[in-house]
């Protein structure tokens, strides 16, 4: 073992403590920023958390707001603006209230520009998924809409819905390709009744045939068509390479095969204001459609989708958001 000499040994003392100086100096500003990130996350996190919970509650009373405009206005576009303005000026006053307590404010606003106008097509009665005027030879055999325009990255047809009261045949639905041959198809068989099994197929212009069964709690059956669900519950055959209208092109006509084999009610939102018309007059309308909110189908204006505007402020946090509106909306 080498002999250190004094002033060898204080040099190594010298060198011991710079060395554990050093380290410790280290470790305080490791120590430092994390308790420093800690109170920051501390103090933004409330705020935070307040932010987004107040973007949910204004995303889901814009939703429903949009559902019942749509719904209960039978006038025209202009007029269903109107009825969301001032109904998101109404819900947004409860968000503020609430942010308010908690000493932030918030404020809501309707970007115009953004509402995409549409139509609804709705049956709010069970019978027949037929024409209104059942004059023609095959009233179940019929175009529901023609030359469905997709949004860009996105879907023209939402909330799709349909409630069965009865079945006694295969009904289908059938969303066809505007300008080609190809051809996204929906069959619905089974019994409807409390503890019988439906069944749904899809052919899908890009995959293969899928189905799903599933057994009714219920005398009627549940069938989101765009929300990709049967019964309440997930159906594999309206999801993923086989869900609504995918591997259709840009414009679609959406058509009932059968529908006389089968009663119940429906509703859908298209993003076209037009697409009910075979010309460009009335003709189809009165063969198809009532005006009236009767039991046999009627077509009228809707809003498709729009756009809410949200902020939010505190003393500790500014966010600003953009909520687009379209309730029931699938993918591409």
């Known amino acids: 073992m080498a002999d250190l000499s004094e002033g060898g040994r204080g040099q190594l003392l010298l060198v011991t403590a710079l060395v554990l100086a050093v380290v410790f100096v280290s470790l305080s500003v490791v120590v430092n920023a994390a308790i420093y990130s800690e109170n920051i996350a501390s103090r933004q996190d409330p705020s935070g958390t307040d932010a987004l919970q107040g973007r949910h509650e204004t995303a889901v009373m814009a939703v429903d707001l949009l559902a019942s405009v749509n719904r209960e206005n039978n006038t025209d576009n202009a007029t269903l603006g109107e009825g969301l303005r001032g109904g998101l000026d109404e819900t947004g006053e409860f968000v503020r209230l609430e942010r308010a307590k908690r000493g932030s404010l918030t404020n809501t606003t309707l970007q115009t520009s953004s509402q995409n106008n549409g139509t609804i097509v709705y049956q709010n009665e069970s019978r027949e998924l037929t024409t209104a005027d059942q004059s023609d030879a095959t009233p179940g055999n019929w175009t529901v809409v023609r030359n469905v325009n997709r949004r860009a990255g996105g879907n023209g047809t939402r909330a799709f819905t349909m409630n069965l ?11 066809v390709d505007y300008g080609a041959s190809d051809v996204w198809g929906l069959t619905v068989s089974g019994n409807v009744g409390a503890g019988n099994d439906i069944t749904v197929e899809v052919d899908s212009p ?13 005398g009627h059956a549940e069938i989101d068509v765009t929300g990709g669900t049967v019964a309440g519950e997930p159906c594999d055959a309206l999801r993923g390479s086989y869900r609504f209208a995918h591997g259709v092109g840009d414009r679609y006509n959406i058509s009932v095969e059968n529908g006389d084999q089968a009663t119940g009610n429906y509703s859908l939102v298209i993003r076209n204001t037009t697409a009910w018309k075979k010309a460009a007059n009335d003709s189809d309308f009165q ?24 902020e939010y402020r ?15 909306e699938p993918d591409d």
Request: hydrophobic fraction near 35%.
């Open 314 to 328: 505190s003393s500790e946090l500014v966010y600003e958001t953009k909520i687009r509106v379209a309730p029931g």
């Open 287 to 310: 063969l198809n459609y009532t005006k009236a909110s009767g039991g046999a189908p009627y077509a009228r204006a809707a809003v498709y989708n729009t756009t809410v505007v949200y």
């Open 206 to 218: 890009v995959s293969s045939t899928k189905n799903c069964t599933k057994t009714l709690d219920s």
């Open 165 to 175: 009261t009865s079945i006694s045949g295969d009904l289908r639905i059938l969303v």
